[in-house]
């Protein structure tokens, strides 16, 4: 976690006007920049102590300074931070009625006790002023098919004149504007505001908070906006139905498949266009029941795409319970969405030994895990068909 700076003994900060800030007025511990009392400060140069000092209460009247030399260029370091992937949220607050709002991605946590969190606005921002002078934010954080709502608030889109029109917000403590369908805000009290370079450093005590939509985050690297690549699992379970299947059971066991004479809890059709929000709220519905196991089946043929849309979000609210597909074979598009399942999270399936009855073959998903080097159990020499 980030905190605030922990000694500046050997720190001196001059103004951007030239003038030395005195050390009385640099952030250390047991004298902070009260925001409450004085508005965070912005000081562009940084001068080093020749003798540094541990603290003394706040005595480094003693310190001799000399400027720094800069270390790294702008671009290069501009390119080198781009490779740290990041959440993107928007900070939002709100000031004599009126709401303001930006993306951000510099946030961090701080503290448990007390919950703390900490947001990194641009001195040169307007959003900067708005904080400092209203003393509260909110961030809401951003989910998967949420980039544009980030690129919204990052001034992306110059045709929208009003960043808050048709978007659900809600309102905590504070009274700062709260994204209704984020995957999680939190509204703060700023305590605290520490002078970092061309930004401040806003500290902020965690009044309310909440996660309205648990699922994938939205990402942001390399200066674009992203989701999690995901890898493929090490080894996945495969579950084998029909007739013929239970005639075998002894033998498909022993290989190391699962027989199901009878699925478990199943949601039907859970890859059909525009369904995405009733496939997780079923789903939702019977882990909420104590269910263990639940088995997503596509009814219909579904796109890669769509069974990405629905198992990004699922697989981030089943947590520790088995999420298990059973995908039809649509002439091979089937094991392009088992694929899809498994770098999604997915580690079961269910199949059938002769993918006739709206199911995955066996061996063809086998055939797949193997040259992806994902483990499996093997088919016995003898493959009965039904």
């Given at each position: ?31 902070v ?38 270390s790294?260029d ?12 990041s ?54 954080f ?55 370079g061309d ?46 299947s ?45 269910h ?44 392009v ?50």
């Open positions: 976690m980030v905190g605030p700076p922990q000694c500046c003994s050997s720190v001196r900060l001059q103004s951007s006007v030239g003038r030395s800030i005195p050390p009385s007025e640099t952030p250390c511990p047991g004298r920049t009260d925001f409450r009392r004085r508005g965070a400060r912005t000081d562009r140069r940084l001068t080093r102590a020749t003798t540094p000092r541990y603290v003394s209460g706040n005595d480094v009247s003693s310190c001799e300074t000399e400027t720094l030399p800069v790294v702008s671009i290069t370091f501009r390119s080198a931070l781009a490779q740290w992937p959440g993107v949220g928007v900070v939002t607050t709100v000031i004599d009625g009126q709401r303001h709002g930006m993306t951000a991605s510099s946030f961090s946590s701080v503290s448990l006790n007390p919950p703390l969190v900490s947001v990194c606005l641009g001195v040169h921002l307007p959003s900067h002023a708005l904080v400092e002078r209203a003393g509260v934010f909110a961030i809401s951003l989910g998967k098919g949420q980039a544009g709502i980030g690129q919204r608030f990052a001034g992306m889109r110059p045709e929208v004149t009003d960043r808050f029109a048709g978007l659900d917000w809600a309102h905590a403590e504070t009274g700062c504007p709260v994204l209704a369908n984020a995957t999680a805000w939190l509204d703060c009290r700023v305590v605290h505001a520490y002078p970092g930004h401040t450093i806003f500290v902020g005590e965690v009044l309310a908070a909440s996660t309205p939509r648990v699922g994938a985050p939205l990402l942001f690297h390399s200066s674009a906006w992203s989701q999690l690549a995901d890898p493929l699992p090490e080894k996945i379970d495969i579950a084998i139905g029909g007739r013929l239970r005639l075998r059971a002894n033998t498909l066991v022993t290989a190391g498949f699962t027989v199901r004479a009878t699925p478990g809890p199943m949601i039907a059709d859970a890859f059909r266009p525009g369904g995405e929000d009733a496939t997780l709220a079923e789903l939702d519905q019977l882990l909420r029941a104590g263990t196991a639940v088995t997503l089946v596509e009814k219909a043929d579904a796109s890669p795409v769509q069974v990405r849309a629905v198992l990004a979000d699922a697989t981030v609210r089943a947590r520790r319970a088995s999420l298990r597909v059973r995908l039809r074979p649509q002439r091979g598009l089937g094991l969405n088992a694929m899809v399942a498994m770098k999604s999270g997915v580690t079961g399936f269910d199949t059938t030994l002769s993918g006739r009855a709206s199911a995955l073959r066996t061996r063809d998903l086998v055939f797949l895990a193997r040259q992806l080097g994902v483990s499996c159990p093997r088919l016995p020499a003898t493959k009965p068909e039904e």
